[in-house]
């Protein structure tokens, strides 16, 4: 399974961030029922429906439920996703930190996760000031990619890594949905939205050093679906990011699933019969369900991820580290693999295979 020509890269830590504000669906529905309250009734029921039936206990948000449903400009709601941001992204940063026993002096490469909302500078040079990071730390800060960018920024980590031995790489992932809510738009598209995502923010540690613990980063490649750019994503409006998301989805990821799945793990010298551990971004609960149909009959489950998806709902790009922070809780055995696996705005797939 080594290549010898590759350094060993291995994930550390993973730790997870949620905001101050919550909500069960229970307690969501009578500000849903109140926002559509000129629309008809069955467009009403139906509403409810998606909520009650996206298999979400609970959602977080940077904002209370007040402040989601009131109408603000896309300024207002910027402003609120970048202080989330850095707060978010601060506390997040120093739990990983202490959870590997690091410094913040320590990192030689941090990269930044987010697409709900825009800063410039991006959130990598607040935690640089907010932490006293090392001046001459890289930066990296992956926007615009959505849920997939968890798992890009694994695979962007272990490119650097494996070309500079004995060095550090912190990944911070923060996403804030709810600041993205379209208040006037009274679409299917948005009401689904509405239903799967939440707030959240994970941190990644990975390493080259020889003597680092953790699942080692056996390999990591993108797939990208061609003539697929209106799949998922937002469109600017004047309004702020407005969600484009396609009912077709599922159907896409199944259609492609046996050419992203088993050459990459062809190239890496393995199976989906040698993977142990699914670590699998719960994008919703059709996505959910479809790639429980195609991993299930090969007696695989994806337990964390409907677990993570329960808990929180569908986070972007932090969720698939949400779900990899359960699996090194678990500690799985010397010699184990898992198969993280993310889809995103493009369209696009994308694999990391790790070795315990």
Excluded at 12 to 41: F, N
Excluded at 66 to 95: D, H, M, P, R, W
Aim: charge should be negative; aromatic fraction near 10%.
């Amino acid at each position: 399974m080594d290549h010898p020509d590759i350094m060993s890269v291995r994930i550390v830590a993973c730790e997870t961030q949620t905001p101050p504000h919550h909500r069960s669906t229970a307690e969501i529905s009578p500000y849903l029922k109140m926002w559509l309250h000129d629309q008809e009734d069955r467009y009403v029921r139906k509403a409810v429906k998606i909520f009650e039936g996206a298999g979400i206990d609970t959602r977080y948000s940077i904002m209370s439920a007040e402040e989601v449903f009131q109408k603000t400009s896309f300024a207002e709601k910027n402003q609120v996703y970048a202080k989330g941001a850095i707060e978010l992204g601060t506390a997040v940063l120093q739990k990983a930190l202490a959870k590997a026993n690091w410094k913040a002096q320590d990192v030689d490469y941090l990269i930044t996760v987010s697409c709900t909302g825009i800063m410039i500078p991006s959130l990598d040079a607040y935690l640089i000031n907010a932490l006293s990071m090392r001046q001459d730390v890289y930066r990296l800060p992956v926007t615009e990619m959505g849920c997939v960018a968890g798992v890009s920024a694994i695979i962007y980590a272990h490119q650097f890594l494996s070309a500079h031995p004995g060095k550090k790489a912190a990944i911070v992932a923060y996403e804030s949905p709810t600041s993205t809510y379209q208040l006037e738009d009274y679409s299917m598209t948005n009401i689904v939205s509405a239903a799967i995502f939440g707030d959240g923010a994970a941190c990644t540690l990975m390493s080259s050093e020889p003597d680092s613990q953790g699942p080692k980063v056996v390999g990591g490649d993108m797939y990208h679906f061609y003539n697929a750019t209106r799949m998922m994503g937002f469109d600017l409006t004047d309004n702020g990011l407005q969600m484009v998301l396609d009912q077709t989805v599922p159907d896409q990821i199944s259609n492609h699933f046996s050419d992203i799945v088993h050459p990459f793990l062809e190239k890496y010298n393995s199976s989906i019969e040698q993977v142990d551990h699914l670590i699998f971004h719960p994008g919703g609960k059709k996505i959910v369900q479809t790639v429980e149909q195609l991993f299930g009959h090969l007696g695989k489950n994806i337990n964390h991820t409907k677990e993570v998806l329960r808990q929180y709902g569908n986070m972007s790009s932090a969720t698939v580290l949400y779900v990899l922070a359960k699996f090194l809780a678990d500690q799985p055995t010397s010699g184990e693999q898992g198969l993280m696996l993310s889809f995103g705005p493009g369209f696009t797939a994308q694999r990391v295979l790790l070795e315990w």
